[in-house]
Protein backbone atom coordinates (compact mmCIF):
# COMPACT_ATOMS: atom_id res chain seq x y z
CA UNK A 1 0.00 0.00 0.00
CA UNK A 2 1.50 3.90 -0.75
CA UNK A 3 3.07 5.74 1.98
CA UNK A 4 -0.02 8.66 0.88
CA UNK A 5 -2.18 6.09 1.05
CA UNK A 6 -1.22 4.65 4.37
CA UNK A 7 -0.92 8.62 5.71
CA UNK A 8 -4.52 9.48 4.03
CA UNK A 9 -6.26 6.44 5.97
CA UNK A 10 -4.45 7.00 9.53
CA UNK A 11 -5.11 10.75 9.55
CA UNK A 12 -9.09 9.77 8.69
CA UNK A 13 -9.12 7.13 11.47
CA UNK A 14 -7.59 9.79 13.90
CA UNK A 15 -9.86 12.40 12.90
CA UNK A 16 -12.85 10.36 13.30
CA UNK A 17 -11.79 9.28 16.72
CA UNK A 18 -11.19 12.67 17.84
CA UNK A 19 -14.93 13.56 16.36
CA UNK A 20 -16.56 10.77 18.31
CA UNK A 21 -14.43 12.04 21.61
CA UNK A 22 -14.62 15.64 22.02
CA UNK A 23 -18.48 15.88 19.65
CA UNK A 24 -19.45 13.22 20.93
CA UNK A 25 -18.21 13.84 24.37
CA UNK A 26 -19.43 17.68 24.48
CA UNK A 27 -23.14 16.09 23.54
CA UNK A 28 -22.45 13.41 26.63
CA UNK A 29 -21.12 15.86 28.66
CA UNK A 30 -24.60 17.83 28.39
CA UNK A 31 -26.56 15.14 28.82
CA UNK A 32 -24.67 13.85 31.72
CA UNK A 33 -25.35 17.07 33.56
CA UNK A 34 -28.94 16.71 33.40
CA UNK A 35 -28.68 13.13 34.46
CA UNK A 36 -26.66 13.52 37.72
CA UNK A 37 -28.81 16.88 38.34
CA UNK A 38 -31.75 14.84 38.56
CA UNK A 39 -30.64 12.14 40.41
CA UNK A 40 -29.37 14.13 43.10
CA UNK A 41 -32.52 16.26 43.07
CA UNK A 42 -34.25 12.83 43.69
CA UNK A 43 -35.95 12.56 40.14
CA UNK A 44 -36.17 9.23 38.26
CA UNK A 45 -34.42 8.51 35.48
CA UNK A 46 -35.74 6.25 32.70
CA UNK A 47 -33.50 6.11 29.87
CA UNK A 48 -29.85 8.00 29.00
CA UNK A 49 -29.75 8.37 25.03
CA UNK A 50 -27.05 10.13 22.94
CA UNK A 51 -29.17 10.53 19.59
CA UNK A 52 -32.55 10.18 18.79
CA UNK A 53 -34.64 7.70 17.22
CA UNK A 54 -34.89 4.42 17.30
CA UNK A 55 -31.79 2.55 19.54
CA UNK A 56 -29.35 1.16 18.57
CA UNK A 57 -27.73 -0.31 21.15
CA UNK A 58 -27.56 -0.12 24.83
CA UNK A 59 -28.06 -1.77 27.77
CA UNK A 60 -30.11 -1.41 31.29
CA UNK A 61 -28.21 -0.62 34.36
CA UNK A 62 -28.62 -1.76 38.39
CA UNK A 63 -29.91 1.41 38.53
CA UNK A 64 -33.11 0.85 36.59
CA UNK A 65 -31.78 3.51 33.63
CA UNK A 66 -31.76 2.47 30.02
CA UNK A 67 -28.51 3.51 28.37
CA UNK A 68 -28.10 3.94 25.12
CA UNK A 69 -26.82 4.76 21.57
CA UNK A 70 -29.51 5.82 19.05
CA UNK A 71 -29.73 6.22 15.08
CA UNK A 72 -30.02 9.55 14.64
CA UNK A 73 -26.90 11.76 16.17
CA UNK A 74 -28.25 15.00 16.31
CA UNK A 75 -27.94 15.41 19.78
CA UNK A 76 -29.04 13.65 22.85
CA UNK A 77 -31.55 13.44 25.97
CA UNK A 78 -32.38 12.22 29.21
CA UNK A 79 -35.79 10.91 29.43
CA UNK A 80 -37.28 12.35 32.52
CA UNK A 81 -41.11 11.25 32.93
CA UNK A 82 -41.45 13.30 36.21
CA UNK A 83 -40.44 17.03 34.63
CA UNK A 84 -41.38 16.61 31.12
CA UNK A 85 -43.81 14.32 28.80
CA UNK A 86 -41.71 14.06 26.19
CA UNK A 87 -42.96 10.67 25.04
CA UNK A 88 -43.44 11.61 21.07
CA UNK A 89 -40.30 12.87 20.47
CA UNK A 90 -38.08 10.65 23.12
CA UNK A 91 -40.96 7.44 23.50
CA UNK A 92 -42.61 5.44 26.40
CA UNK A 93 -41.06 4.98 29.32
CA UNK A 94 -42.23 1.99 31.95
CA UNK A 95 -42.25 4.78 35.09
CA UNK A 96 -45.70 5.42 36.60
CA UNK A 97 -45.22 9.36 37.26
CA UNK A 98 -48.36 8.97 39.29
CA UNK A 99 -47.23 7.01 42.07
CA UNK A 100 -44.06 9.87 42.29
CA UNK A 101 -44.21 13.01 44.62
CA UNK A 102 -44.22 16.22 42.59
CA UNK A 103 -40.89 17.68 41.71
CA UNK A 104 -40.82 21.35 42.89
CA UNK A 105 -39.92 24.34 40.50
CA UNK A 106 -36.46 24.74 41.82
CA UNK A 107 -35.53 21.28 41.22
CA UNK A 108 -36.97 21.49 37.67
CA UNK A 109 -34.58 24.57 37.42
CA UNK A 110 -31.36 23.33 38.41
CA UNK A 111 -32.23 20.08 35.94
CA UNK A 112 -32.82 21.38 32.91
CA UNK A 113 -30.01 24.27 33.20
CA UNK A 114 -27.74 21.65 34.77
CA UNK A 115 -26.82 20.48 31.06
CA UNK A 116 -25.75 23.85 29.81
CA UNK A 117 -23.55 24.39 32.92
CA UNK A 118 -21.80 21.32 32.46
CA UNK A 119 -20.90 22.35 28.75
CA UNK A 120 -19.60 25.55 30.34
CA UNK A 121 -17.78 23.66 33.04
CA UNK A 122 -16.12 21.27 30.57
CA UNK A 123 -15.58 24.12 27.96
CA UNK A 124 -13.31 26.11 31.09
CA UNK A 125 -11.02 22.59 31.84
CA UNK A 126 -10.35 22.95 27.73
CA UNK A 127 -9.76 26.52 28.10
CA UNK A 128 -7.57 26.29 30.88
CA UNK A 129 -5.56 23.61 28.65
CA UNK A 130 -5.07 25.73 25.59
CA UNK A 131 -3.83 28.57 28.24
CA UNK A 132 -1.30 25.82 29.75
CA UNK A 133 0.09 24.39 26.09
CA UNK A 134 -0.93 27.22 23.79
CA UNK A 135 -2.74 28.09 20.51
CA UNK A 136 -1.53 27.72 17.52
CA UNK A 137 -1.93 30.60 14.75
CA UNK A 138 -0.29 32.32 11.70
CA UNK A 139 0.61 35.92 11.22
CA UNK A 140 -1.99 36.72 8.88
CA UNK A 141 -4.68 34.92 11.20
CA UNK A 142 -3.29 37.28 14.81
CA UNK A 143 -3.13 40.75 12.33
CA UNK A 144 -5.93 43.06 11.62
CA UNK A 145 -3.19 45.12 9.35
CA UNK A 146 -4.06 45.34 6.11
CA UNK A 147 -1.40 43.65 3.43
CA UNK A 148 -3.73 44.06 0.26
CA UNK A 149 -6.57 46.13 -1.13
CA UNK A 150 -8.62 44.61 -3.64
CA UNK A 151 -9.04 46.72 -6.83
CA UNK A 152 -12.29 45.12 -7.84
CA UNK A 153 -14.13 42.40 -6.90
CA UNK A 154 -17.33 40.59 -8.18
CA UNK A 155 -20.72 40.74 -6.15
CA UNK A 156 -23.41 37.95 -5.69
CA UNK A 157 -25.11 39.52 -8.72
CA UNK A 158 -22.25 39.06 -11.05
CA UNK A 159 -21.17 42.36 -11.26
CA UNK A 160 -17.33 43.26 -11.52
CA UNK A 161 -17.28 46.20 -9.13
CA UNK A 162 -14.39 48.95 -7.53
CA UNK A 163 -14.08 47.49 -4.42
CA UNK A 164 -15.41 48.90 -1.18
CA UNK A 165 -11.50 49.35 0.68
CA UNK A 166 -10.33 50.94 -2.39
CA UNK A 167 -13.27 53.73 -3.05
CA UNK A 168 -13.34 54.09 0.79
CA UNK A 169 -9.26 54.62 0.35
CA UNK A 170 -7.86 51.94 2.71
CA UNK A 171 -4.25 51.19 2.20
CA UNK A 172 -1.89 48.76 2.64
CA UNK A 173 -0.23 49.19 6.26
CA UNK A 174 -3.74 50.28 7.96
CA UNK A 175 -4.44 48.67 11.39
CA UNK A 176 -8.28 48.21 11.43
CA UNK A 177 -8.81 48.52 15.52
CA UNK A 178 -12.37 48.39 15.42
CA UNK A 179 -15.47 47.85 13.01
CA UNK A 180 -18.75 49.74 14.05
CA UNK A 181 -16.84 50.73 17.52
CA UNK A 182 -16.67 46.67 18.50
CA UNK A 183 -12.32 46.18 19.19
CA UNK A 184 -10.82 44.05 16.78
CA UNK A 185 -8.03 41.87 18.17
CA UNK A 186 -7.18 39.25 15.06
CA UNK A 187 -8.09 38.47 11.66
CA UNK A 188 -10.77 35.82 12.21
CA UNK A 189 -12.34 38.50 14.64
CA UNK A 190 -12.47 40.95 11.79
CA UNK A 191 -14.51 38.84 9.13
CA UNK A 192 -17.08 37.72 11.96
CA UNK A 193 -17.47 40.86 13.11
CA UNK A 194 -18.06 42.54 9.09
CA UNK A 195 -20.09 39.21 8.61
CA UNK A 196 -22.46 39.67 11.29
CA UNK A 197 -22.81 43.60 11.44
CA UNK A 198 -25.95 45.27 10.29
CA UNK A 199 -25.40 49.25 9.43
CA UNK A 200 -27.63 50.35 7.00
CA UNK A 201 -28.22 54.00 5.92
CA UNK A 202 -31.23 55.45 5.55
CA UNK A 203 -31.93 54.46 2.39
CA UNK A 204 -31.17 50.88 2.69
CA UNK A 205 -27.62 50.89 1.81
CA UNK A 206 -25.14 48.45 3.62
CA UNK A 207 -22.62 50.70 5.39
CA UNK A 208 -19.68 49.78 8.16
CA UNK A 209 -17.15 52.48 10.12
CA UNK A 210 -14.24 51.35 10.23
CA UNK A 211 -11.57 52.77 12.29
CA UNK A 212 -7.78 52.39 11.47
CA UNK A 213 -4.28 53.58 12.66
CA UNK A 214 -2.04 55.10 9.99
CA UNK A 215 1.21 56.64 10.31
CA UNK A 216 0.12 57.22 14.09
CA UNK A 217 -2.99 58.46 13.52
CA UNK A 218 -6.15 57.23 14.27
CA UNK A 219 -9.46 57.61 12.04
CA UNK A 220 -12.90 56.66 10.87
CA UNK A 221 -13.40 55.41 7.49
CA UNK A 222 -16.96 54.65 6.21
CA UNK A 223 -17.44 51.51 3.89
CA UNK A 224 -20.03 50.62 2.24
CA UNK A 225 -19.39 46.91 1.52
CA UNK A 226 -20.29 44.43 -0.99
CA UNK A 227 -22.24 41.21 -0.98
CA UNK A 228 -20.09 38.81 -2.35
CA UNK A 229 -18.28 35.10 -1.96
CA UNK A 230 -19.82 31.44 -2.50
CA UNK A 231 -21.58 32.27 1.51
CA UNK A 232 -23.11 35.51 0.02
CA UNK A 233 -21.76 37.74 3.04
CA UNK A 234 -20.49 41.28 3.67
CA UNK A 235 -16.72 41.68 1.79
CA UNK A 236 -14.96 45.40 1.33
CA UNK A 237 -11.84 43.64 -0.32
CA UNK A 238 -8.99 43.56 1.90
CA UNK A 239 -6.49 40.65 2.78
CA UNK A 240 -4.42 40.35 5.93
CA UNK A 241 -0.73 41.26 6.07
CA UNK A 242 2.33 38.72 6.46
CA UNK A 243 5.63 38.42 5.30
CA UNK A 244 5.56 35.59 2.14
CA UNK A 245 8.38 32.89 3.57
CA UNK A 246 9.52 30.46 0.63
CA UNK A 247 8.55 26.83 0.71
CA UNK A 248 10.49 24.98 -1.88
CA UNK A 249 12.33 26.16 -5.18
CA UNK A 250 12.39 23.79 -7.86
CA UNK A 251 15.37 23.10 -9.11
CA UNK A 252 16.40 24.40 -12.81
CA UNK A 253 13.68 27.52 -12.43
CA UNK A 254 14.36 31.11 -12.40
CA UNK A 255 13.98 31.29 -8.65
CA UNK A 256 17.30 28.67 -8.45
CA UNK A 257 19.06 30.25 -10.86
CA UNK A 258 18.93 33.92 -9.33
CA UNK A 259 19.45 31.98 -5.79
CA UNK A 260 16.50 32.26 -4.12
CA UNK A 261 16.20 29.12 -1.50
CA UNK A 262 13.87 27.40 1.12
CA UNK A 263 13.19 29.87 3.87
CA UNK A 264 13.97 32.82 2.36
CA UNK A 265 11.42 35.89 3.57
CA UNK A 266 10.13 38.17 0.99
CA UNK A 267 10.78 41.66 2.26
CA UNK A 268 10.36 44.11 -0.84
CA UNK A 269 10.57 44.29 -4.46
CA UNK A 270 12.12 46.86 -5.48
CA UNK A 271 10.96 49.67 -2.90
CA UNK A 272 7.86 48.22 -2.98
CA UNK A 273 6.77 46.67 0.63
CA UNK A 274 5.80 42.86 0.33
CA UNK A 275 2.26 42.63 3.04
CA UNK A 276 0.68 40.19 0.95
CA UNK A 277 1.29 37.31 -1.63
CA UNK A 278 -0.64 39.00 -4.10
CA UNK A 279 1.63 42.19 -3.78
CA UNK A 280 4.02 40.18 -4.92
CA UNK A 281 2.42 38.71 -7.94
CA UNK A 282 1.28 42.11 -8.88
CA UNK A 283 4.77 43.97 -8.67
CA UNK A 284 6.29 40.78 -10.47
CA UNK A 285 3.70 40.98 -13.81
CA UNK A 286 4.00 44.94 -13.80
CA UNK A 287 7.61 45.14 -14.41
CA UNK A 288 8.07 41.98 -16.40
CA UNK A 289 10.44 44.04 -18.95
CA UNK A 290 12.91 45.16 -16.51
CA UNK A 291 14.99 43.85 -13.86
CA UNK A 292 13.42 43.47 -9.84
CA UNK A 293 15.55 43.61 -6.82
CA UNK A 294 14.13 41.21 -4.26
CA UNK A 295 15.38 42.41 -0.90
CA UNK A 296 15.20 38.97 1.15
CA UNK A 297 15.84 38.23 5.20
CA UNK A 298 17.64 34.50 5.14
CA UNK A 299 19.16 33.49 8.31
CA UNK A 300 18.51 37.03 10.12
CA UNK A 301 20.96 38.27 7.43
CA UNK A 302 19.42 41.03 4.47
CA UNK A 303 20.33 39.91 0.66
CA UNK A 304 19.08 41.24 -2.31
CA UNK A 305 18.50 39.29 -4.98
CA UNK A 306 18.35 39.94 -9.20
CA UNK A 307 15.39 39.03 -11.32
CA UNK A 308 16.24 39.71 -14.20
CA UNK A 309 13.65 40.86 -17.27
CA UNK A 310 10.57 38.09 -17.79
CA UNK A 311 9.26 39.55 -21.26
CA UNK A 312 7.94 36.96 -23.05
CA UNK A 313 6.40 35.09 -19.67
CA UNK A 314 2.36 34.42 -19.73
CA UNK A 315 2.66 34.04 -15.79
CA UNK A 316 5.63 36.60 -14.32
CA UNK A 317 5.03 35.22 -10.62
CA UNK A 318 5.56 31.91 -11.45
CA UNK A 319 9.44 31.90 -10.92
CA UNK A 320 9.52 27.92 -9.64
CA UNK A 321 8.45 28.40 -5.99
CA UNK A 322 6.80 25.13 -4.64
CA UNK A 323 4.78 27.95 -2.11
CA UNK A 324 4.70 30.47 0.30
CA UNK A 325 4.17 30.24 4.15
CA UNK A 326 4.31 32.80 6.56
CA UNK A 327 5.34 32.69 10.59
CA UNK A 328 3.32 30.39 13.00
CA UNK A 329 3.49 30.82 16.19
CA UNK A 330 1.28 29.96 19.77
CA UNK A 331 -0.69 31.97 21.65
CA UNK A 332 -1.55 31.69 25.11
CA UNK A 333 -5.11 33.64 26.11
CA UNK A 334 -6.70 32.93 29.37
CA UNK A 335 -9.72 31.24 29.52
CA UNK A 336 -11.53 34.55 30.74
CA UNK A 337 -10.51 36.12 27.35
CA UNK A 338 -11.38 32.69 25.28
CA UNK A 339 -15.30 32.39 27.41
CA UNK A 340 -15.39 36.54 26.12
CA UNK A 341 -14.90 35.88 22.70
CA UNK A 342 -16.63 33.21 22.08
CA UNK A 343 -19.55 34.50 24.23
CA UNK A 344 -19.36 37.29 22.19
CA UNK A 345 -19.11 36.43 19.00
CA UNK A 346 -22.28 33.94 20.03
CA UNK A 347 -24.73 37.13 20.70
CA UNK A 348 -23.52 38.82 18.15
CA UNK A 349 -24.43 35.78 15.38
CA UNK A 350 -27.83 35.26 17.21
CA UNK A 351 -28.58 38.96 16.94
CA UNK A 352 -27.79 39.50 13.01
CA UNK A 353 -30.00 36.43 12.97
CA UNK A 354 -33.07 37.71 14.49
CA UNK A 355 -32.20 41.92 12.73
CA UNK A 356 -33.74 42.46 9.60
CA UNK A 357 -31.22 44.64 8.87
CA UNK A 358 -28.16 42.11 8.42
CA UNK A 359 -27.48 39.34 5.96
CA UNK A 360 -27.17 36.66 8.22
CA UNK A 361 -30.03 34.02 7.41
CA UNK A 362 -30.22 30.24 8.72
CA UNK A 363 -28.71 29.09 5.76
CA UNK A 364 -25.40 30.47 6.86
CA UNK A 365 -25.35 28.80 10.04
CA UNK A 366 -24.04 25.24 10.44
CA UNK A 367 -25.25 21.76 11.85
CA UNK A 368 -23.81 18.40 12.82
CA UNK A 369 -22.82 18.38 8.81
CA UNK A 370 -20.50 21.53 9.00
CA UNK A 371 -19.68 20.83 12.87
CA UNK A 372 -18.22 17.48 11.97
CA UNK A 373 -16.47 18.80 9.11
CA UNK A 374 -15.01 21.77 11.27
CA UNK A 375 -13.53 18.78 13.57
CA UNK A 376 -11.99 17.13 10.82
CA UNK A 377 -10.35 20.21 9.46
CA UNK A 378 -9.01 20.73 12.70
CA UNK A 379 -8.19 17.25 13.50
CA UNK A 380 -5.72 16.95 10.45
CA UNK A 381 -4.07 20.05 11.58
CA UNK A 382 -3.37 20.51 15.54
CA UNK A 383 -5.10 18.63 18.03
CA UNK A 384 -5.08 22.10 19.84
CA UNK A 385 -7.07 23.56 17.30
CA UNK A 386 -9.78 19.95 17.97
CA UNK A 387 -9.77 22.13 21.48
CA UNK A 388 -10.19 25.16 20.32
CA UNK A 389 -13.09 24.38 18.39
CA UNK A 390 -14.49 21.97 20.94
CA UNK A 391 -14.54 25.30 23.59
CA UNK A 392 -16.53 27.15 20.58
CA UNK A 393 -19.18 24.28 20.31
CA UNK A 394 -19.96 23.85 23.99
CA UNK A 395 -20.12 27.52 24.72
CA UNK A 396 -22.64 27.52 21.64
CA UNK A 397 -24.69 24.35 23.09
CA UNK A 398 -24.96 26.02 26.38
CA UNK A 399 -26.27 29.15 25.27
CA UNK A 400 -28.23 27.81 22.30
CA UNK A 401 -30.32 25.25 25.00
CA UNK A 402 -30.89 28.17 27.11
CA UNK A 403 -33.02 30.04 24.62
CA UNK A 404 -36.92 30.00 25.59
CA UNK A 405 -38.02 28.13 22.99
CA UNK A 406 -39.58 25.09 23.22
CA UNK A 407 -37.92 21.83 23.47
CA UNK A 408 -34.52 23.06 24.66
CA UNK A 409 -34.01 23.46 27.74
CA UNK A 410 -34.71 26.98 27.84
CA UNK A 411 -38.13 26.32 26.94
CA UNK A 412 -38.76 23.70 30.01
CA UNK A 413 -37.52 26.14 32.15
CA UNK A 414 -40.05 28.83 30.50
CA UNK A 415 -43.19 26.55 30.88
CA UNK A 416 -42.20 25.25 34.23
CA UNK A 417 -42.11 29.31 35.36
CA UNK A 418 -45.30 29.94 33.21
CA UNK A 419 -46.76 27.05 35.84
CA UNK A 420 -45.06 28.42 38.92
CA UNK A 421 -46.66 32.17 37.73
CA UNK A 422 -50.12 30.51 37.22
CA UNK A 423 -50.42 28.16 40.12
CA UNK A 424 -50.99 25.27 37.83
CA UNK A 425 -49.80 23.25 34.84
CA UNK A 426 -50.59 24.32 31.63
CA UNK A 427 -52.88 22.30 29.61
CA UNK A 428 -50.76 19.01 29.17
CA UNK A 429 -52.26 18.80 25.57
CA UNK A 430 -51.11 22.36 24.91
CA UNK A 431 -47.51 22.14 26.24
CA UNK A 432 -47.33 18.47 24.20
CA UNK A 433 -48.46 20.10 21.07
CA UNK A 434 -46.16 22.96 21.30
CA UNK A 435 -42.84 20.63 22.15
CA UNK A 436 -44.12 18.46 19.13
CA UNK A 437 -44.52 20.93 16.65
CA UNK A 438 -41.28 23.12 17.56
CA UNK A 439 -39.25 19.64 17.57
CA UNK A 440 -40.34 19.47 13.76
CA UNK A 441 -39.20 23.09 12.82
CA UNK A 442 -35.92 22.35 15.36
CA UNK A 443 -35.40 19.01 12.92
CA UNK A 444 -36.43 20.63 9.71
CA UNK A 445 -34.19 23.67 10.18
CA UNK A 446 -31.15 21.03 10.89
CA UNK A 447 -32.10 19.62 7.46
CA UNK A 448 -32.35 23.18 6.07
CA UNK A 449 -28.60 24.33 7.31
CA UNK A 450 -27.56 20.46 6.80
CA UNK A 451 -27.98 20.76 3.16
CA UNK A 452 -25.94 23.93 2.71
CA UNK A 453 -23.07 22.40 4.74
CA UNK A 454 -22.80 19.55 2.68
CA UNK A 455 -22.83 22.02 -0.33
CA UNK A 456 -19.88 23.82 1.19
CA UNK A 457 -17.97 20.68 1.97
CA UNK A 458 -18.31 19.65 -2.07
CA UNK A 459 -16.88 22.86 -3.09
CA UNK A 460 -14.08 22.91 -1.05
CA UNK A 461 -13.57 19.54 -1.68
CA UNK A 462 -13.49 19.87 -5.03
CA UNK A 463 -10.90 23.34 -4.84
CA UNK A 464 -8.87 21.10 -2.91
CA UNK A 465 -8.81 18.47 -5.37
CA UNK A 466 -8.32 21.30 -8.43
CA UNK A 467 -5.11 22.46 -6.37
CA UNK A 468 -3.63 19.41 -5.49
CA UNK A 469 -4.26 18.91 -9.71
CA UNK A 470 -2.46 21.92 -10.55
CA UNK A 471 0.40 21.39 -7.89
CA UNK A 472 1.39 18.06 -8.95
CA UNK A 473 1.42 19.30 -12.91
CA UNK A 474 3.52 21.59 -11.76
CA UNK A 475 5.99 19.82 -9.83
CA UNK A 476 5.67 17.12 -12.90
CA UNK A 477 6.57 19.82 -15.62
CA UNK A 478 9.13 21.28 -13.32
CA UNK A 479 10.58 17.72 -12.93
CA UNK A 480 10.77 17.33 -17.05
CA UNK A 481 13.76 17.41 -18.82
CA UNK A 482 14.28 20.76 -21.04
CA UNK A 483 13.67 19.39 -24.59
CA UNK A 484 17.21 19.22 -26.81
CA UNK A 485 17.20 22.47 -29.48
CA UNK A 486 16.97 20.77 -33.07
CA UNK A 487 20.63 21.14 -34.70
Not at 224 to 247: F, L, T
Not at 273 to 283: E, G, S
Not at 389 to 399: G, K, P, R, S, W
Request: charged share 20%.
Amino acid sequence: MPADLLNALFSNIWAVFLIVLFFGGSIFVHELGHFLAARRRGVKVARFSIGFGPRMFGWTGKDGVEYRVSWLPLGGYVLLPQLADMAAIEGESDIDTESLPPVSYSTRIIVFAAGAVFNLIFAFALASIIWLVGQPTTSDQATTQIGYVVAEMTNAKEEVVPSPASEAGLQVGDTITAIDGVRIDDWQELLQTLVTSAGRTEDGRRYNVFTIERDGQTQDITIYPQIAGDDEVRKVGIMAAYEPIVRGVNADSIAASIGLKDGDRILRLDDTRILNIQTYADHLAAHQDREVAIHILRADQPLTLTLPPQPDAEQPADLGVVGFTTDSKLVYPTPVEQFSNHVHMTFRTLGSLINPQSDIGISKLSGPVGIVRVFHLAAQADIRLVLWFTILVNINLAIFNLLPIPVLDGGHMLFATINKLRGRNLPENFVMTTQSVFMILLFSMILYVSFFDVGRWRRDAAREAAAREAMQEQQQQAAEPAESPTP
